[in-house]
């Protein structure tokens, strides 16, 4: 049952329309709301302190209707905003969260500005770095007034490709690998445009991740323009692709990985369909042979 609050107004002094359907828009009115308002949030900061309980489960309850008013840019919004906000519940890379205990965990708060952006960050997120989801109404509206009502906070943007920046390359004794697989990714892709990079992930299920443009390599500036394929050094797929010997079937199997990786991100178009489908036909051509007998092994 939702938690509802209620309050006696003397209206001797407000005025009603001609057609007696609305109330006069004047300095009375404007007067009332403002004691209305001032007299929620006395209650409201009552209610944090004497009952966390029913307060948590108010703000639940009214989490959009708390999120519009407490960002709407006049004195009282700030108010409103120093006492819900940090109650107010939001998506992260560790799933629901409550703002406070975000803050709690680190108190940079760092957040995706779309859901596509979250999506791409959380199938990779380096572990211990908590990113809240932006991406929805009110959402960024909401992080970006946390420093004016919670000292010490910041708000920072995080791109995927600075995520990415934050992953580490595969050790010295695999350099030499991983840096032939990046040359014979690269060719692989050559006419798509994009460009391969190695790197670690936090998991080893994801095989690869797109990156549609940012800086993700400081030694190598030029490239911030370009997409990217960061492919993980410690997927055993991607391990697979290092022992290809045959040219033809790592590059159909690289671009199979590209597609899959677009298809993640949402970001596919009929190129990358075609390319699937050019690479499926190759692929299943090479396994069972032209004529329908499996290739020996």
């Given at each position: 049952?939702?938690?509802?609050?209620?309050?006696?107004?003397?209206?001797?002094?407000?005025?009603?329309?001609?057609?007696?359907?609305?109330?006069?828009?004047?300095?009375?009115?404007?007067?009332?709301?403002?004691?209305?308002?001032?007299?929620?949030?006395?209650?409201?900061?009552t209610?944090?302190?004497?009952?966390?309980?029913?307060?948590?489960?108010?703000?639940?309850?009214?989490?959009?209707?708390?999120?519009?008013?407490?960002?709407?840019g006049?004195?009282?919004?700030?108010?409103?905003?120093?006492?819900?906000?940090p109650m107010?519940?939001?998506?992260?890379t560790?799933?629901?969260?409550?703002?406070i205990?975000?803050?709690?965990?680190?108190?940079?708060?760092?957040?995706?500005?779309?859901?596509?952006?979250?999506?791409?960050?959380?199938?990779?997120?380096?572990?211990?770095?908590i990113?809240?989801?932006?991406?929805?109404?009110?959402?960024?509206?909401v992080?970006?007034?946390?420093?004016?009502?919670?000292?010490?906070?910041?708000?920072?943007?995080?791109?995927p490709?600075?995520?990415?920046?934050?992953?580490?390359?595969?050790?010295?004794?695999?350099?030499?690998?991983?840096?032939?697989?990046?040359?014979?990714?690269?060719?692989?892709?050559?006419?798509?445009?994009?460009?391969?990079?190695?790197r670690?992930?936090?998991?080893?299920?994801?095989?690869?991740?797109?990156?549609?443009?940012?800086?993700?390599?400081?030694a190598?500036?030029?490239?911030?323009?370009?997409?990217?394929?960061?492919?993980?050094?410690?997927?055993?797929?991607?391990?697979?692709?290092?022992?290809?010997?045959?040219?033809?079937?790592?590059?159909?199997?690289?671009?199979?990985?590209?597609?899959?990786?677009?298809?993640?991100?949402?970001?596919?178009?009929?190129?990358?369909?075609?390319?699937?489908?050019?690479?499926?036909?190759?692929?299943?051509?090479?396994?069972?042979?032209?004529?329908?007998?499996?290739?020996?092994?």
């Open positions: 049952m939702g938690l509802f609050a209620w309050a006696a107004v003397n209206s001797t002094k407000l005025e009603p329309t001609a057609s007696r359907e609305a109330i006069m828009n004047n300095t009375v009115l404007t007067t009332t709301r403002r004691k209305l308002g001032q007299t929620a949030l006395t209650w409201l900061r209610l944090a302190d004497t009952d966390p309980e029913r307060f948590a489960q108010f703000v639940a309850d009214n989490e959009l209707e708390l999120r519009s008013a407490a960002t709407h006049d004195a009282q919004s700030l108010e409103l905003a120093e006492v819900a906000l107010l519940t939001v998506q992260t560790e799933g629901q969260m409550r703002l205990d975000v803050i709690g965990r680190n108190p940079n708060v760092l957040y995706a500005a779309s859901v596509k952006e979250f999506r791409t960050i959380a199938s990779f997120n380096p572990g211990g770095r990113v809240v989801n932006a991406g929805h109404t009110l959402d960024q509206e992080l970006l007034m946390l420093p004016q009502v919670m000292s010490g906070v910041t708000v920072t943007r995080a791109y490709a600075s995520e990415v920046a934050a992953l580490a390359a595969p050790s010295t004794e695999a350099g030499s690998d991983a840096l032939t697989l990046e040359q014979r990714g690269n060719h692989a892709l050559a006419t798509t445009g994009c460009r391969v990079v190695v670690q992930f936090p998991s080893t299920d994801l095989p690869a991740v797109f990156i549609g443009h940012g800086q993700i390599d400081i190598s500036p030029g490239y911030c323009e370009l997409p990217h394929l960061v492919v993980n050094w410690d997927n055993r797929a991607v391990r697979a692709l290092t022992r290809t010997t045959d040219n033809l079937v790592f590059s159909r199997l690289m671009q199979l990985l590209f597609v899959q990786a677009r298809m993640a991100a949402q970001c596919d178009g009929p190129e990358d369909r075609a390319l699937l489908s050019e690479a499926l036909d190759d692929i299943i051509v090479l396994a069972a042979g032209v004529d329908g007998t499996e290739v020996a092994r």
